[in-house]
């Protein structure tokens, strides 16, 4: 078994019904995503075996419980209020006294164990992001070659319907706004644990993966926190944007995503110009070519440390699917995965130019 952490907008009651999974002793996920995108996070854990896990029943997903009412008054009120037990403290100081261990290895030497974001795109209910979550385990995790040993899966309530396209794009864009929060809580965090407490830093790194509509998330992140006025600084160290199914001049000024480069030490965008799924948006729902199919419209107007990645050539992406969409390359092509994990690593993309 291996456990992995899940942030999430998608509903959590306590109602129980078929369409809800249970994740702890009294609360209940929403399954196939039918809802609009709520403001309020929950954090938790996902549990499962990589070898067998197929199904929505086989993955334990733990959310961890609500701050007490009482208490999210008082820190609404900014009154002084211990944030220890905020489910999102747990999971960021977890993160941070695994990356402290690792930090010290095996014989006092440094040993690199980075975390990798994700955020899936459109079509996908929680079994599907479930799936995705397990094929990133085997192609970033497993590999030995990999720094990448944690996962934080960002989903929101996206439905596995292509008919819902437009609600998908609307709850992405208010899931942005809420993913602004989450980054807000992280930003207080590192305050409170390197500034205040003066803890020392554990040296790992922190990536973000986004596929698809997960940029529209992004995107949107990047406007809320920019609307809120939250100083801007690099978080993460590697950003790879996927089949972007935002539009391809997305990454020019005055756009939010201008401001991406900031928020890390480079971007990477993995782009294939046989991209069907990006050509039915283009066709159907956009009006402007897609980022994740032709790359960026005019190179020239891009900030600097953001590399094109033109994989309209690899020749892996096998399956009868993925033969004809060539969408989901970042887990399906080995070529693919391989140039992604150097990236992480540091290195240079083969497909960069």
């Given at each position: 078994?291996?456990?992995?952490?899940?942030?999430?907008?998608?509903?959590?009651?306590?109602?129980?019904?078929?369409?809800?999974?249970?994740?702890?002793?009294?609360?209940?996920?929403?399954?196939?995503?039918?809802?609009?995108?709520?403001?309020?996070?929950?954090?938790?854990?996902?549990?499962?075996?990589?070898?067998?896990?197929?199904?929505?029943?086989?993955?334990?997903?733990?959310?961890?419980?609500?701050?007490?009412?009482?208490?999210?008054?008082?820190?609404?009120?900014?009154?002084?209020?211990?944030?220890?037990?905020?489910?999102?403290?747990?999971?960021?100081?977890?993160?941070?006294?695994?990356?402290?261990?690792?930090?010290?290895?095996?014989?006092?030497?440094?040993?690199?164990?980075?975390?990798?974001?994700?955020?899936?795109?459109?079509?996908?209910?929680?079994?599907?992001?479930?799936?995705?979550?397990?094929?990133?385990?085997?192609?970033?995790?497993?590999?030995?070659?990999?720094?990448?040993?944690?996962?934080?899966?960002?989903?929101?309530?996206?439905?596995?319907?292509?008919?819902?396209?437009?609600?998908?794009?609307?709850?992405?864009?208010?899931?942005?706004?809420?993913?602004?929060?989450?980054?807000?809580?992280?930003?207080?965090?590192?305050?409170?644990?390197?500034?205040?407490?003066?803890?020392?830093?554990?040296?790992?790194?922190i990536h973000l993966l986004c596929?698809?509509?997960?940029?529209?998330?992004?995107?949107?992140?990047?406007?809320?926190?920019?609307?809120?006025?939250?100083?801007i600084n690099s978080t993460f160290?590697?950003?790879?944007?996927?089949?972007?199914?935002?539009?391809?001049?997305?990454?020019?000024?005055?756009n939010p995503l201008y401001r991406?480069?900031?928020?890390?030490?480079?971007?990477?965008?993995?782009?294939?110009?046989?991209?069907?799924?990006?050509?039915?948006?283009?066709?159907?729902?956009?009006?402007?070519?897609?980022?994740?199919?032709?790359?960026?419209?005019?190179?020239?107007?891009?900030?600097?440390?953001?590399?094109?990645?033109?994989?309209?050539?690899?020749?892996?992406?096998?399956?009868?699917?993925?033969?004809?969409?060539?969408?989901?390359?970042?887990?399906?092509?080995?070529?693919?995965?391989?140039?992604?994990?150097?990236?992480?690593?540091?290195?240079?993309?083969?497909?960069?130019?």
């Amino acid at each position: 078994m291996v456990t992995h952490y899940i942030v999430t907008n998608r509903e959590v009651t306590s109602r129980r019904s078929s369409s809800y999974i249970s994740v702890n002793e009294n609360e209940y996920m929403r399954k196939d995503g039918d809802e609009e995108a709520r403001h309020n996070l929950r954090y938790g854990t996902v549990s499962f075996d990589p070898a067998k896990a197929k199904k929505l029943k086989d993955f334990n997903i733990q959310i961890l419980p609500e701050v007490p009412e009482d208490t999210l008054e008082k820190y609404a009120d900014d009154k002084d209020v211990n944030k220890a037990k905020f489910p999102s403290t747990q999971v960021f100081d977890e993160l941070y006294q695994s990356g402290i261990k690792a930090a010290k290895g095996k014989g006092g030497e440094f040993v690199q164990e980075d975390i990798l974001v994700f955020v899936h795109g459109f079509k996908s209910d929680l079994e599907t992001a479930m799936q995705t979550l397990s094929e990133l385990h085997k192609r970033y995790v497993e590999p030995e070659t990999s720094t990448i040993k944690h996962l934080v899966l960002f989903t929101w309530p996206a439905k596995k319907k292509m008919l819902k396209y437009r609600s998908d794009a609307y709850d992405a864009m208010q899931s942005g706004f809420a993913l602004a929060r989450s980054m807000a809580s992280l930003r207080e965090f590192f305050k409170k644990k390197f500034v205040e407490e003066k803890k020392p830093m554990c040296n790992q790194k922190i990536h973000l993966l986004c596929h698809s509509m997960g940029n529209r998330v992004l995107e949107n992140m990047i406007k809320g926190i920019c609307d809120i006025g939250m100083e801007i600084n690099s978080t993460f160290s590697e950003i790879v944007l996927v089949g972007a199914d935002i539009d391809y001049y997305a990454l020019e000024r005055p756009n939010p995503l201008y401001r991406l480069i900031d928020f890390g030490e480079r971007v990477h965008v993995y782009y294939h110009n046989k991209d069907q799924a990006l050509g039915v948006s283009e066709l159907t729902k956009n009006a402007f070519n897609r980022l994740g199919r032709w790359g960026a419209k005019n190179s020239v107007n891009l900030p600097d440390d953001i590399y094109q990645c033109d994989v309209t050539a690899i020749e892996d992406d096998k399956g009868l699917l993925h033969e004809v969409v060539h969408h989901w390359y970042y887990t399906n092509s080995t070529t693919v995965v391989e140039d992604i994990t150097a990236v992480f690593k540091g290195e240079g993309s083969i497909f960069s130019r």
